[in-house]
Every structure is written in C-alpha cells, then in structure tokens.
C-alpha cells in the first residue's frame, strides 16, 4: 500500500519495504528467545502432493526464529499418514505432525464427544482447534502463527511480517491478521470477500443499523485471509467455528475479548495466489456454496449473541438488500480492472452473486431451524477443567519423539 489511510477502528500497519526482510528476520531471532515462536499449518493430505508446500517448506528453511511447527493432517489414511512423515523430513525446524483421523486424535476426539466437548464436524476449524490444544499442551510458546498450506506466491516474508507485530515488545499487539492484494496477473481473485463478505455486512448495517461488532468486521481488508498470529494467553478462551466460518469465528472473538487497540492488521505480501474454490452452484455442501453458507451463520449467530432478533422476512429482506449492493460492487469492481488491465468476467461475478444470496437464505433457514445449536467448539480451558475430573484424556496430546520429529 502507498498510503497511511486507517481504514476502520483497527490499525493497519502498512508495508512500505524501508525495513529490510534481514532487519526483520535479525529483531524476530532476538525478540524470540523471550517469546518462542510456533508456527501451525493446516493441512489437507492433497496440499502435499502441491508444489505450494514444497516451496513453504523450503523457505521456512531459511528461518531460525521458529522454535517448532505444527502440522494439522487431515484427510490422511494410514499409507498416507507414513508418506507423509517422509515427506515433512525435509522441514529442518523442529516439527510435530498431529494426524486427524489417526487413532489417538479419534479415540481423543471420542473421548471429548462423549462429554459433548469434541468439535462437530471436520474441517479447518477442527484441524487448528488441535493444533492450538497442542501448543497450548507444551507451554512452549509465547507465540503463535496461522497460515494456509497452499499459497503458491509463498516466500519467507509473509511469515515474518505476520509475526512481527505480536513477537516485537515495541508493538505489543495480542492479534494480528495478515491482508495482501488478490490480484494476480492479470485476475482478481477474492471473490468470497469482495463479493460476499464485504456487501453482506453494509446490507446487515442497512437492515440493523450502526453497530460496534459490523464496524470492527468491516475494518479488516481482507477478513477471509488464513494467515494470522496470536499471543498464547488468547488460545485457552478462543471459541472457533469447525466449518468454513473459522476466520470470521476468529475475528469475532478478538472483537468479544480484546480492545481494538490491542489488535492490528498488516500488509504482508505484495502479491498473494492460491488454490481456488469452485463455486458448486449446485452443491451447497462443497466449495465457495458451503462457505458462503458457513459464514453467513457466522454473521448471524454472532449478532444474535448480542440480541439481535431474526426472522424469515428479516432474511428475505437481507437476500434483497444484498443482492442490491453486490451487484453494485460487481460494478465497481469492473470499473477498477478496466482501470487496471485486468480480464473482468462480469458474468461469473454476477452468477457468484446470485449464488450467495440464495446461500444467505439457506443459512437464516438454518438458523431458524436450530436457533439454539451451539455453533463454537468449547475453549481448551473448558476441556482441560472437565478432563482434570474425569479422565486422563488429556494425556493423548502427549507425543513420542521420533527422530527429532514428533509425531501424534
């Protein structure tokens, strides 16, 4: 970005490339002997057949202020669980592998379900809900960093400007959440945040009013993005969502439990590109469909928190006023890539559009359906209070040392 606009009631922290990545790199090795550092990546078995994560781990190779990466494995049987281990051998930071549908996460995961503690369903959210309990487990770490497993763009850069902002004292920031343009090439990407997000919460501000939580949700330029970083006390009372609704979950919270001075966004690549959703008009159980879905209940659990009280006129009218302003950003948007040079398909713009204001209206019918089902996975303080004084459960997220690496 070129300017110092603070676009909301967060603050932006700018990249204007005066500080050099061996600068930053250098202050992150010596901020880091007082505040060690984990890094978590969520992944898919698929994201390692990927030449993304190939490059991740190659330049996470270049970092020595890590003290330990956590791998989520998900979608993994046993044969691949093994190739995996051989794969992660090229990763010279100290690493763990937690193996989601291995027997010792499932016989935890069972364990915490029959105390109706255990996440819902599988998903991203699930994934980093164990890894978080992991790092929260070793106690080893001041703090923590999130970022997806298939950015293609992905150099060692990104990582260390999402970590600066917590890691540095100077800056003292208990949340961060990375942001970056989707443009690449001569695409523009983000159409879950330009063309749902975004219109959907100036459509709830129309329909609701002015409104602290919309505010904060609408300062983030890019409130979609899977890169973000924590200080540790804020992983034991962090509530997240198991389904595609994680990272609007986790601003929420923020919003719930820390002041907005204590939060901060930062620009932290200068071009960003990763694998695509498909839109799956006709599967609401797949793609950028079932995420839309997911985050809508998101949206609306959370201001039904605040007692905000919904109806099926209330989500007819939002369908309405949402269709309305998206069309018009499709608009906007068309204008800024003529601008720009940038190929614009207006006509698949508009038939995402359409898609998610169905979507909206399937997830208020979901709503209503069970307006009382609890939509967050319970915090890790809940859990280990319950397995204090009921099992050793808690024992499974123990692991072997193998080789230097620790596998789950």
């Given at each position: 970005m070129s300017d110092f606009h603070q676009n909301g009631i967060i603050t932006t922290l700018h990249n204007f490339n005066n500080l050099s990545k061996k600068t930053i790199e250098q202050e992150l090795k010596k901020f880091s002997k007082k505040r060690p550092v984990h890094l978590i990546l969520?992944?898919?078995?698929?994201?390692?057949?990927?030449?993304?994560?190939?490059?991740?781990?190659?330049?996470?190779?270049?970092?020595?202020?890590?003290?330990?990466?956590?791998?989520?494995?998900?979608q993994a049987n046993e044969s691949e669980f093994k190739y995996s281990k051989k794969f992660f051998k090229s990763l010279k930071i100290p690493h763990t592998i937690?193996?989601?549908?291995?027997?010792?996460?499932?016989?935890?995961?069972?364990?915490?379900?029959?105390?109706?503690?255990?996440?819902?369903?599988?998903?991203?959210?699930?994934?980093?809900?164990?890894?978080?309990?992991?790092?929260?487990?070793?106690?080893?770490?001041?703090?923590?960093?999130?970022?997806?497993?298939?950015?293609v763009t992905y150099t060692s850069?990104?990582?260390s400007k999402l970590i600066y902002p917590i890691v540095n004292p100077n800056l003292n920031f208990e949340f961060c959440k990375g942001y970056y343009p989707r443009v690449y090439g001569s695409k523009m990407s983000g159409r879950a945040s330009r063309l749902l997000v975004t219109p959907l919460i100036k459509s709830l501000k129309k329909i609701i009013g002015e409104n602290e939580y919309l505010d904060f949700m609408d300062s983030f330029r890019y409130p979609l993005a899977g890169e973000c970083s924590f200080r540790k006390r804020i992983l034991r009372d962090l509530k997240i969502p198991s389904d595609w609704g994680l990272e609007i979950g986790i601003l929420s919270e923020m919003h719930r439990n820390y002041?907005?001075?204590?939060?901060?966004?930062?620009d932290i690549a200068d071009k960003y590109e990763h694998k695509h959703q498909d839109l799956s008009?006709?599967?609401?159980?797949k793609g950028l469909s079932k995420m839309s879905i997911d985050i809508s209940k998101t949206?609306?659990?959370?201001?039904?928190?605040?007692?905000?009280?919904?109806?099926?006129?209330?989500?007819?009218?939002?369908k309405?006023?949402?269709?309305?302003?998206?069309?018009?950003?499709?608009?906007?948007?068309?204008?800024?890539?003529?601008?720009?040079?940038?190929?614009?398909?207006?006509?698949?713009?508009?038939?995402?559009?359409?898609?998610?204001?169905?979507?909206?209206?399937?997830a208020g019918e979901i709503y209503l359906g069970l307006p009382l089902d609890t939509p967050f996975i319970p915090t890790w303080n809940r859990v280990e209070s319950c397995l204090l004084y009921t099992s050793d459960a808690a024992d499974d997220l123990l692991c072997v040392d193998l080789g230097g690496r620790r596998i789950i």
């Open positions: 969520p992944s898919l078995f698929s994201e390692l057949k990927r030449p993304a994560l190939k490059k991740i781990i190659s330049e996470l190779n270049k970092v020595d202020y890590i003290s330990e990466v956590i791998i989520g494995l998900d937690l193996w989601n549908d291995g027997p010792k996460l499932l016989k935890l995961n069972a364990e915490l379900e029959s105390i109706n503690l255990a996440p819902k369903e599988f998903g991203k959210g699930r994934n980093v809900w164990y890894c978080l309990g992991y790092s929260i487990s070793t106690d080893k770490a001041e703090a923590i960093a999130i970022h997806d497993c298939d950015i850069d990104i990582l002041r907005n001075s204590k939060i901060c966004q930062i008009d006709n599967d609401i159980n949206f609306i659990r959370k201001l039904a928190t605040q007692g905000h009280i919904f109806s099926l006129e209330t989500f007819r009218t939002l309405a006023t949402y269709l309305r302003t998206a069309l018009d950003y499709v608009e906007i948007y068309k204008k800024d890539a003529i601008m720009n040079d940038i190929n614009y398909d207006e006509h698949t713009e508009e038939k995402a559009v359409d898609v998610f204001s169905e979507n909206i209206m399937k």
